[in-house]
Structure formats: structure tokens, C-alpha cells
């Protein structure tokens, strides 16, 4: 059945009338209406092709056959509610348990990111009995109303911060209260947890769970330093609490040399509860919370049965394994690892040209571009990262930027990205940022909200 196509005018004007304006377009001013897309492109109406570096959700490549074809399949034979028995739910898990440590052997399948979040907060609860989590500075996990009360980076634009809630400075060594040139940053920033930890205690609350994302993303794309979340892990444990990790935007693969990115702190550390959504089905609504038979032990205990209508239903799963087989068949681990660091290289000799960019940091294909109006004092340029990632929509190369100051350009493709797109990312930034195409800043000066 072919679906009416409207003029990009009338879809804008339908969507002003009919969607809420809090749901935000990419290029709010001047929107690019997309139609098609494939692989590592996006295509619009008008048949342009757009070199797609935004869609980290599309994580084999945008309507990729493998998948499409594995979705029609189950489709045309069964697609029922979740409790139903079923292989595919249970050949999924396992693929999935062979990524993990052993300890983490018990999964829950939901529709998002969000979910998986939320059921992370009712397990920890569940197994500690205590309140209070601990969240990092700038942290997003989710949309829920219990995940914007754990999300600084949203709850200090509405009703602020309860009182169970307590936040943590953000590992960041390149604008943090620990820099680079600390000697031991990953000791430093947890120390800074531990004494978040004593103050909770002192008012008399006990902490049920530290909530980290491997990598913070909405904080601008943060490499956490190596050894963090395993002293962090210590602390909270010896409080009492579990230790979450949030892999909804960098697991599968992105990071290249590991299926998760909680794996870059070292085989020493193993978190207590993963949560995992975004990329898992390559856009089909597909997420998961993996955790160890203790604390599932707890959440049973309750009594309380939980139940998820579409979460692990047959055509999900389906999905799900399509997208394992992907990553495995086109090595696109391997590709994330080569592509990453090659345009890594690639913006770090831009750095060296170019006054604005103050730091280039990533691993695999999870990379940022800090931009800054004064690199001693590192001021964010937050009009020139909006400038830049204007000019490239015009040169028909999506962005998108992060961080607290939104000065952070970030790159979070398809994992198909390939050599020449990043050769074609870096040229394109290098001509906007030269000649005549220099960029206008204003000065803007950070201010840090309350840590604790």
C-alpha cells in the first residue's frame, strides 16, 4: 500500500499542527524532510543523499537486508505476546550472555532504553532496600518520570533535585576538576564519589545504586579515565549499593576493541546491572536489562510478577540476532576500531591549524569535537559548534552536538561508516573553518551548577 507523499511544506505545516512542540526537529529552522535511507545515508525528497554521522540507533547501516529480511520472516509467521514460549527469546539471551561476564546470566527484554532504565531502579531497590542513587554530573538516562528525577542534565531544567538523588562531578580530564595533567584522574574523580557517599551517610540515608553511562554522551561525548568504575564500584559496594551501567548508547560494538564499553575499564571490572536499548535493533524498538541471579533472585522475591507485552516478542528477537550476525559477519567491531581512530587522526591535524578546536577525543566510532573560543581557558564556543554543524547540514553532512554547553560536535554514525566518510567529515570541517568560511564566535562562560 503507497502511502500519500506530502510537499516537505505540508508535512512541516501538519506536524506544527498535530505534534508537540516539545518534539524537536533536527534543523528546527529549515528541516530536512527524509524519505529513504541506506547503509550510512539518508536520502530526502528530493533524492539528495546526506552522509548520515547522527544515527547511532541505525548501528548496522540503515535498512540493512540481513535485518529487513529477518523482521519480514517472523513477521509473516508469528509475532505474539511475550509470554508465550518461544525460541527466539531464549537463542537471543544466550548470544547476548556470550558478550558478558558470566556473572551477568539473567536478562528482562523491553521496548527502550527508557524502560530498561527504569526496571534497573526497581531491581536495585529491590535487592539493596535502599533509596538513594548516585548519578554524574550532565547525565541523561531516559524520559520516564524516575529517570528525569536521576538526570541532572534534565531535572535542573524542571523540578529540580530530590532528595534521594544525589550527583557527582563528571570524570571529564579535559574540562573537569581533575585535567589531563593530574596523575591519577581515574583515582581523583571516583575519591569525589566516595565522598558523595560519606555525605548521604551522614544524613542518615544508605545508597541503593550508582548510575553511570560507560560513556556519558549527553556530557559531550566523556571518556571516563581507566580504573574509575572500578574504585567507584568498590566504594558503592562496601555501601551497600550496585553499581549500574548504562550501554544504551555505546553498546555492540562501537567502541571497537570491546562488545561493551563498561569493558574499557579493565577485565577487573564487571558492573552489577547493564542496561542496553538504542542500537539493538538496528530502529526497531528493541531493549534489554541484564543483571546476576542474585539480584534477579531479589526482584522475584517481591512476589510481584513482571510482565512486558511486546518486550522479547518473536519479531524483536528475531531482529536482535539479525543484528549479532551483522556485527559478526561485516566485522564491524573492526571497522568501528579503524574508522574511529582514523578520524581521530584525522581532527586532530585540524586541531593543530585551527585555534577553535580545543579537543578531539573518542574511541572507535564514539567520537567528540570540543570547540572553544579561547583554548587557555577553554571557554565553550557554542555558536561556532552551531555554525559548523549548520554549514555541514549545507554541504549535506548531518551532526549534531552535546555536552553542557552544547559546544561538542558529535560523531555517532552507523558502524558502516567507512574510511572515505571520515576523510570527507574532516576535509568539509577543515574548509568551513578556513578562509573566508571562518566561523564568528561569541564568548561564553561556563559556570559549573552544584555538584552534590
Known sequence: IALKMFR?????????KLIGKSCRLFYSDDPVKIVKAKGQYLYDENGQQYLDCISNVQHVGHCHPSVTQAATAQMELLNANARFLHDNIVQYANRLAATLPDKLSV???????????????????????????????????????????????????????????????????????YREDHPDPAQAYADTVKDVIDKVQLKGRKVGAFFAESLPSVGGQILLPKGYSTKVAE??????????????????????????AF?????????????????????????CLVTTVEIAGAFTA??????????????????????????????????????????????????????????VRGVG???GLELVTDKEQRTPATDGAAQVVRRLKDKRICVSTDGPWENVIKFKPPMCFRMEDAKLVADTIDQILTGKGKLQTRQMTPTLTGLY
Open 235 to 260: 566504594y558503592v559496594h562496601s555501601a551497600g549499593g550496585v553499581f549500574v551501567a548504562d550501554e544504551v548508547q555505546t553498546g555492540f560494538g562501537r567502541v571497537g576493541s570491546h562488545f561493551w
Open 263 to 287: 569493558q574499557l575499564q579493565g577485565e577487573d571490572f564487571c558492573p552489577d546491572i547493564v542496561t542496553m536499548g538504542k542500537p539493538m535493533g538496528n530502529g526497531h524498538p528493541l531493549a
Open 8 to 16: 516537505k511544506e505540508e508535512t512541516l505545516a501538519m506536524r506544527n
Open 365 to 367: 566510532l564514539f567520537v
Open 107 to 177: 536478562f528482562y527484554f523491553v521496548n527502550s532504553g527508557s524502560e530498561a532504565n527504569d526496571l534497573a531502579l526497581r531491581l536495585a531497590h529491590e535487592y539493596t532496600k535502599h533509596e538513594d542513587i548516585i548519578v554524574l554530573d550532565h547525565a541523561y538516562h531516559g524520559h520516564l518520570t524516575s529517570l528525569i528525577d536521576i538526570s541532572p542534565y534534565k531535572f535542573r531544567k524542571l523540578t529540580g533535585q530530590k532528595e534521594w538523588v544525589h550527583v557527582a562531578p563528571l570524570p571529564d580530564t579535559y574540562r573537569g576538576v
Open 302 to 359: 517481591n512476589g510481584v510478577e513482571y510482565f512486558n507485552t511486546f518486550g522479547g516478542n518473536p519479531v524483536s528477537c528475531a531482529i536482535g540476532l539479525a543484528v549479532l550476525d551483522v556485527i559478526e559477519k561485516e566485522d564491524l567491531r573492526g571497522n568501528a576500531s579503524r574508522v574511529g581512530a582514523y578520524l581521530v587522526d584525522l581532527l586532530k591535524q585540524l586541531q593543530t591549524n585551527h585555534p577553535i578546536i580545543g579537543d
